[in-house]
């Protein structure tokens, strides 16, 4: 059984940074598409970034690019997203997805998705 835990949210000032982690379980070792998605209240799920684990080939939102990095810790099949410079838009729940469609920002495109976590950005 996919189990995605996410962890690291919580509340920052504008300017601040925030880690998130997703520590992955339950499924084959292979070369996936994870990625980190954001929903904002009253929004659509959107996507922030992703990578291929088998490359590290990335992919960013326009709206995060140079201030968010996607990476992972293959060791600890934990995946992470750095944010730094937070904006008050940035503001939203995060999630943690696996199995997605290669090089995809699509929420549709992806299989298996952890709990999310709570990211709030005070101006």
């Known amino acids: 059984q996919v189990q995605l835990v996410e962890s690291g949210g919580g509340s920052v000032q504008a300017g601040g940074a925030l880690r998130l982690s997703c520590a992955a379980s339950?499924?084959?070792?292979?070369?996936?598409?994870m990625g980190w998605f954001g929903q904002a209240p009253g929004k659509e799920r959107e996507g922030v970034a992703s990578?291929?684990?088998?490359?590290?080939?990335?992919v960013y939102a326009d709206s995060v690019r140079g201030r968010f990095t996607i990476f992972q810790d293959v060791a600890k099949n934990t995946l992470y997203l750095q944010m730094n410079s937070l904006k008050p838009e940035d503001t939203a729940v995060y999630y943690c997805?696996?199995?997605?469609?290669?090089?995809?920002?699509?929420?549709?495109?992806?299989?298996?998705w952890g709990q999310g976590t709570q990211v709030t950005v005070s101006s």
């Open positions: 997805a696996t199995h997605g469609r290669y090089g995809s920002l699509r929420p549709s495109e992806y299989n298996y």
């Open positions: 990578i291929y684990t088998g490359g590290g080939r990335t």
């Open positions: 339950g499924y084959t070792s292979g070369n996936y598409q």
